[in-house]
């Protein structure tokens, strides 16, 4: 069986939701968790209310294919 990505149009989806986020001044800490037995999720944070969970995905792919393409701040 041949396993295939995350579909293209759920990643874009989820970047436009994370820039939504960082306009409002959180950001991505560049990193996939699992939390849970079929859930990953995206942390980040924000000077207001420190760690948070920006992004969840019921598929490990999905999470990191959206990590790979989110922006950065840029590295001190």
Request: aromatic share 6%; charged share 25%.
């Amino acid at each position: 069986m041949i396993e295939q990505g995350p579909d293209a149009g759920r990643v874009a989806e989820d970047l436009v939701e994370l820039a939504g986020l960082e306009v409002d001044g959180f950001e991505v800490d560049g990193q996939v968790i699992q939390v849970a037995e079929s859930t990953w999720a995206i942390y980040g944070h924000s000077g207001y209310d420190g760690e948070i969970i920006v992004g969840e995905y019921h598929d490990a792919a999905e999470a990191a294919e959206v990590l790979r393409a989110s922006p950065r701040p840029p590295a001190p």
